[in-house]
C-alpha cells in the first residue's frame, strides 16, 4: 500500500503536534518513524491510522483519503475525487498496535488473534459460521511462528510472545499496512531483532515471489505472505526509539522532531552525526556495519546533554564535516 | 506434501477442538435453561401455602387458555397467579437484567469491578424512583429511574476521570461515593414523607425486595429486558473489540465513544428498569459475569447469553430463600446477594492480576 502524506498538521487544543508533514511511503516497504520523546511519532500513527483527523492536509491510501475530512480549500477538492474511507474500511486495510497494550480479561492467544477478524464480520451478530476467521487466525499465528502459543493464556507469555500474538492479531485484519507503535517496549534484545526481523520479512514476502504459494492454494501461504491482499504488499510504518535497529531493519526513515519532518530517506542518509546531534542533542559517530554495511551509531557521552557544555563547538564541527 | 498433509491434519484437529468446545458451551446454555424453568416452577410452589407443581402448571395452562386444563381450587390459583408467578417471574428478569448490565459495564470500561450496584447507578435509579413514587414527580416510573441511573454514571464517571483515563479504583471510590448520595437522598425523602413503615420502606430501597411484585412488575422488568438486551447481546462482537483498550477498538473498525455511550445508555435503562421494581440489589451484576467467563470463555456471543439465563436463575434462587428462611418475615433479597457477592468481590480484588487494577 501506497501511503502518501500531504502536508499534514494536526493540533490540540491549539498545540501544534505535527506541522505540514509530508511524506510517500511505497508498497512493500519498511518505514521507520524517528524522533524524540513528543517529537509526534505516535500522533502520525493514529493519524494514518484514521483514529484522529488532521487539522490541515490530507492522508491518502492507495489513492483513497482516510479518515472524515475536516479540510481546507485544498483537500476539500481532492475529496470531490477521492472517495473517503470509513472507520471500518480503514480498519480492514490498516492495523495498528499501540504500545503496552493488555486485555481486560484474560484470553487465550487464538482468541486475542480472533479479535483481528472484527472489521470483516457483519455488523450486527459477527459470523456464527468462524471456521473461515479461525482459517485466518491460525495463519496469522503461523507467520509470527507462535502456533504453538494458541491455547495459551494471555498472562503466561513473555513480553516477547505477547507481541507476538499482538502481531498476529494485527495480521487477522488481512492489512495492507501494519502500523506498530514502539513494539520494542519492554523487550529483550533478542525479542527486539526476532520481531523486526519478523516484520521484514512479512513485507519483503508480501512484495515479492511468495506469491506464488499464496496463489497456488497449497499449504494455505502459512509462511508466505498471504496476509495481504493479493497483488498489494504488506508495507510497514514503525515507531522506533533505537536508531541502530532502525538503521539495520528499514528501508527508509522518516525523522520527526517537534511535529515536523526534519529529514526523510534511507538510512545512510538520515542517520548522519549533524542530524542526529540537532534532533536528539546527541554526540556521535557513525561507521558501516562490519558485515551488513548499513550505518551503525555509536554514542559519546561526553556529548550527552549538559555533560560538557565546552564540547559543543566540537560536536557541531564534526557533525557537518 | 508431508507437510501439506501434517497441515490439514493439524487444521482438522483443531476444528474439532473448537467442535468441542461449541458442544461444551451449547451444552451448557441448555443446562441452564432447563434448570431455570425447573427452578422457576419449583420457587412457585415454595412458600407458607402448599402449592404442587401440578397445580402450578394446571393453573398456567387455564390462564393462558391452553386445552386440558386441569381444575385448580380458586385460592391456590390466585396465589400462584396473583403473587408468586409475577414474583418469580420479576425476579428472573432482575437477575438477568443486572447481570447483563454488569458484563456490558465491565466490557466498555474495562473494569473487571463494574457493575451497577458498586458504581452507583442502583441508588441513582432508586432515587429517581422514589422521587416519582412518594414526591408523585409526573414521570413515568421507569424513566425517572432511567434517568437517576444515567445522572449517576455520568456523575461517577465525570468523578473518577482524571488525565483522560479512568482507573478501576477511581471508578468504585467514585461509585461509592455516588451510591451513598443516592441512598442517602433515597432514605430522606421517603422519611420525610413518612406515612406508614418508612424504615421497611427504605430498607427495602436500598437492599432491594422483590416483595410487591405484580404482572406490573412483570411488564416493566421483561419488556425492558426484551427490548435492551435484545440490543446489548447484537452488540457482542462490539463489546469484544473493548477488550485491548479504546485504540484497538478504534483501530478494528469500532466508533468508540458512539458506542461506548450507546452501550453505557442501553444499560442505565436496563437498571433503571430493574430498580424501578426491585430497588437497588447489589452484586448480581459484579459477580455472574464473572462466574460465566469460567463456562463459556470471554468472547461475548457467548457470554452474554449465559449471564443472562444464570443471572435469571441466580435472583430466583436468593429470592426464594430471602422470603423463606425467616418465614412469614422477610429479607430483603439484597442480604442473600450480598452474602453471596462479598466473597467473590473479595476474591477478585485479592486475584493476582488485581493489582494492575489500581
Known amino acids: 500500500m501506497v501511503v502518501i502524506l500531504d502536508r499534514v498538521s494536526f493540533r490540540i487544543n491549539g498545540t501544534p503536534i505535527l506541522t505540514d508533514v509530508s511524506a510517500v511511503v511505497p508498497t512493500g516497504a519498511v518505514t521507520g518513524l524517528l524522533g524524540p520523546n513528543g517529537a509526534g511519532k505516535s500522533t502520525l500513527l493514529r493519524l494514518i491510522a484514521g483514529l484522529e483527523t488532521a487539522d490541515a492536509g490530507g492522508i491518502e491510501l492507495d489513492g483513497e483519503h482516510v479518515g472524515g475530512a475536516r479540510v481546507g480549500v485544498r483537500a476539500g477538492a481532492r475529496a470531490g475525487v477521492l472517495s473517503a474511507l470509513s472507520r471500518r474500511d480503514t480498519a480492514r486495510r490498516v492495523a495498528l498496535l499501540e504500545q503496552n497494550a493488555a486485555p481486560s480479561v484474560d484470553l487465550t492467544v487464538r482468541e486475542v488473534v480472533l479479535l483481528g477478524r472484527i472489521p470483516h464480520r457483519s455488523r450486527v451478530l459477527g459470523s456464527f459460521g468462524g471456521d473461515d476467521d479461525h482459517r485466518v487466525a491460525e495463519e496469522s499465528l503461523a507467520m509470527v511462528g507462535g502456533s504453538n502459543l494458541a491455547d495459551r493464556a494471555w498472562h503466561t507469555l513473555s513480553g516477547g510472545e505477547q507481541q507476538r500474538a499482538q502481531i498476529a492479531r494485527a495480521l487477522a485484519q488481512r492489512p495492507s499496512l501494519l502500523l506498530l507503535d514502539e513494539p520494542n517496549n519492554h523487550l529483550d534484545v533478542s525479542a527486539q531483532l526476532g520481531l523486526l526481523g519478523q516484520v521484514r520479512g512479512l513485507c519483503a514476502g508480501a512484495g515479492s515471489g511468495s506469491s506464488a504459494a499464496a496463489d497456488s492454494g497449497l499449504g494455505t501461504g502459512t509462511e508466505s505472505g498471504s496476509g495481504s491482499k493479493s497483488g498489494s504488499g504488506l508495507t510497514a510504518i514503525i515507531a522506533l526509539h533505537d536508531l541502530n535497529l532502525a538503521a539495520a531493519f528499514c528501508d527508509q526513515i522518516l525523522l520527526l522532531h517537534r511535529g515536523r519532518l526534519v529529514a526523510a530517506g534511507t538510512p545512510e542518509e538520515v542517520l548522519r552525526p549533524s542530524t542526529i546531534a540537532m534532533v536528539y542533542g546527541v554526540d556521535c559517530d557513525v561507521i558501516p556495519h562490519p558485515r551488513g554495511g548499513h550505518p551503525v551509531i555509536v554514542f559519546s557521552p561526553a556529548g550527552a546533554p549538559g555533560f560538557a557544555s565546552a564540547l559543543t563547538d566540537d560536536r557541531h564541527g564534526r557533525g557537518q564535516a | ?358
Open chain 2, 1 to 358: 506434501m508431508i507437510r501439506v498433509v501434517l497441515q490439514q491434519a493439524e487444521r482438522t484437529a483443531a476444528q474439532s477442538h473448537r467442535g468441542a468446545a461449541r458442544v461444551r458451551y451449547l451444552g451448557w446454555l441448555v443446562l441452564s435453561i432447563l434448570a431455570l424453568v425447573l427452578t422457576a416452577g419449583i420457587a412457585v410452589t415454595i412458600g407458607p401455602a402448599d402449592v404442587s407443581l401440578t397445580d402450578v402448571t394446571a393453573s398456567l395452562a387455564g390462564h393462558l387458555g391452553l386445552p386440558g386444563a386441569a381444575e385448580v381450587a380458586p385460592l391456590t390459583d390466585s396465589i400462584v397467579w396473583q403473587l408468586r408467578l409475577p414474583r418469580v417471574l420479576t425476579a428472573a428478569a432482575v437477575g438477568a437484567g443486572l447481570a447483563l448490565s454488569g458484563a456490558v459495564m465491565q466490557s466498555v470500561t474495562r473494569n473487571p469491578l463494574a457493575d451497577p450496584y458498586l458504581l452507583g447507578l442502583s441508588s441513582g435509579a432508586s432515587l429517581g424512583a422514589v422521587c416519582v413514587i412518594i414526591l408523585g414527580v409526573a414521570v413515568a416510573l421507569p424513566a425517572a429511574a432511567f434517568l437517576g441511573a444515567l445522572a449517576a454514571l455520568v456523575a461517577t464517571l465525570s468523578i473518577a476521570r482524571a488525565g483522560g483515563t479512568i482507573t478501576p479504583g477511581r471508578a468504585v471510590l467514585s461509585g461509592l461515593a455516588i451510591a451513598q448520595l443516592g441512598g442517602a437522598g433515597t432514605s430522606f425523602i421517603i422519611f420525610w414523607a413518612a406515612k406508614g413503615d418508612s424504615y421497611r420502606e427504605i430498607l427495602n430501597w436500598l437492599l432491594g425486595s422483590l416483595a410487591g411484585s405484580s404482572w406490573s412488575s412483570v411488564a416493566i422488568s421483561v419488556s425492558a429486558l426484551v427490548l435492551v438486551g435484545a440490543g446489548i447481546v447484537l452488540s457482542a462482537t462490539r463489546l469484544d473489540a473493548f477488550t485491548f483498550g479504546d485504540t484497538a477498538a478504534a483501530s478494528l473498525g469500532i466508533d468508540v465513544n458512539r458506542t461506548r455511550w450507546i452501550l453505557l445508555g442501553a444499560v442505565a435503562l436496563l437498571t433503571g428498569a430493574m430498580v424501578a421494581v426491585s430497588g437497588a440489589i447489589g452484586f448480581v451484576g459484579l459477580i455472574l459475569p464473572h462466574l460465566v467467563r469460567g463456562l463459556s470463555g470471554p468472547g461475548h456471543r457467548r457470554l452474554l447469553p449465559l449471564t443472562v439465563v444464570l443471572g435469571a436463575l441466580f435472583l430466583i434462587l436468593a429470592d426464594t430463600v430471602a422470603r423463606t428462611v425467616f418465614d412469614p418475615r422477610e429479607l430483603p433479597v439484597g442480604i442473600i446477594t450480598a452474602l453471596i457477592g462479598v466473597p467473590v468481590f473479595i476474591v477478585l480484588i485479592k486475584s493476582r492480576k488485581a493489582a494492575a487494577w489500581s
